[in-house]
């Protein structure tokens, strides 16, 4: 019995450090999963087919060039858009990236969120426009709390968020009576945190725990063109250049039996470019028909960390990650049942972007995934107009014996003003 206590003390001891030398690292799990649908209750609720037909303030984000057309008839053209969902999680891989198999044994997760996005659209003259706003393009986070499925006597509890804001600043112009371009910089600020604590109950009890915190700025450029083609059909073209966020902060390790680590950290947060066209199609007056192609070129995204000072637990690490480049098809349908409510659908299918190694904490669940939307708008008057929309979500994917699945939801509301 008493070389049976030994042999589990030791087990108990060995699985604590290697789970703390994982607990204690940054986890960054973003992928095409992660990214939102975009800006404007109207236009998501079209499943965000919005490159050639987005004449709003949303055109900040779908296409600068749209930002003309937007105040062709008016000075002014204003958006406040607050959207909230959920996304649920299953991961049958908890933890099993580890060479003693998995530690963890609870694969479903579920998290909240609550945005908003805010922007304008102004006329200078007869033949340019500018447009101003803030939003969120790429948000995730994850809680985690579990009790060790291999050592009983084990627990984790582990939080962190990654995600960027985006401050646009962007104008277009009327080239000729066809066709309109846009371009604009966009003031990309990021930030990533985590905090976790390990705790071992059983001799010999010791707890671990880590803190980390970093932001850091940096500029991208957008650019666009709109084609009239015929008064019943449009085309648009949008291209984003990307940007590496450089993230600088703060870490530091305790562990009951090692000395506290603190070191300031280097990483860089990939904001990735994307390209895409639309076209969109009015065969009557009251029924228009979207459809956009988009891709998001990941395959450099990186989870590299760089510290000032290495120590046991707060190493430098390699790129673990191998992503490839995402795609997304939109299709989207708006019809004016009266002159003043327009009921709105849409469906959308995007490309999972994560590679098979991407696994951790039950958070890295990228997979492809159908969306469907619907909607309806509504004129108060000339000026206010209010969209009421949703989105529901849900795929899968499988390696080797691991099933991945992912779903969720979200419900949006924007108020708009035109002068």
């Not at 085309?235 to 562990?255: P, Q």
Request: glycine share 12%; charged share 20%.
């Amino acid at each position: 019995m008493k070389g049976g206590c030994v042999i589990q003390k030791r087990l108990n001891a060995g699985m604590f450090f290697i789970a703390a030398l994982l607990a204690t690292g940054p986890r960054v799990c973003l992928g095409s999963g992660y990214e939102f649908e975009g800006i404007g209750a109207r236009e998501v609720s079209r499943g965000g087919a919005a490159i050639a037909d987005s004449p709003d303030w949303t055109a900040i984000y779908w296409n600068p060039a749209n930002i003309q057309k937007a105040v062709e008839n008016s000075r002014l053209d204003a958006g406040l858009e607050v959207f909230a969902g959920q996304a649920n999680a299953t991961d049958g891989n908890s933890l099993s990236s580890l060479p003693v198999g998995a530690i963890f044994s609870k694969h479903n997760l579920s998290s909240g969120f609550v945005l908003g996005a805010l922007g304008a659209v102004m006329k200078l003259g007869d033949r340019f426009g500018l447009g101003v706003g803030v939003y969120t393009p790429l948000l995730q986070g994850v809680d985690f709390s579990d009790d060790s499925k291999t050592t009983p006597s084990m627990h984790l509890d582990y939080e962190g968020a990654a995600g960027i804001v985006t401050f646009a600043l962007e104008a277009s112009m009327r080239v000729s009576e066809k066709l309109s371009a846009g371009a604009g910089v966009n003031i990309l600020y990021g930030r990533l945190t985590s905090k976790s604590t390990l705790t071992n109950f059983l001799f010999p009890a010791n707890t671990a725990t880590s803190e980390l915190k970093g932001d850091g700025a940096a500029l991208e450029g957008i650019f666009g063109l709109h084609y009239q083609a015929a008064p019943t059909l449009a085309l648009g073209a949008v291209y984003r250049t990307g940007a590496d966020v450089g993230l600088k902060g703060d870490a530091k390790v305790t562990n009951t039996f090692f000395p506290e680590e603190n070191s300031e950290f280097r990483y860089e947060l990939r904001h990735p470019p994307t390209t895409g066209v639309g076209v969109s199609y009015k065969p009557v007056e009251q029924w228009t028909f979207n459809f956009d192609f988009t891709q998001t070129y990941w395959h450099r995204f990186s989870s590299a960390f760089a510290y000032k000072q290495d120590g046991l637990f707060l190493q430098d690490t390699r790129n673990g990650f191998n992503w490839r480049d995402s795609w997304k098809l939109r299709f989207g349908s708006g019809w004016w049942v009266t002159g003043k409510t327009e009921l709105l659908a849409g469906y959308s299918y995007d490309r999972a972007a994560l590679d098979p190694g991407s696994v951790d904490f039950a958070t890295a669940v990228d997979v492809p995934m159908n969306r469907i939307y619907g909607g309806a708008s509504h004129r108060w008057s000339e000026r206010w107009e209010s969209t009421l929309g949703g989105v529901y979500g849900a795929g899968r994917r499988s390696e080797g014996d691991v099933t991945y699945r992912l779903s969720g939801w979200q419900v949006m509301l924007e108020t708009r003003l035109r002068v």
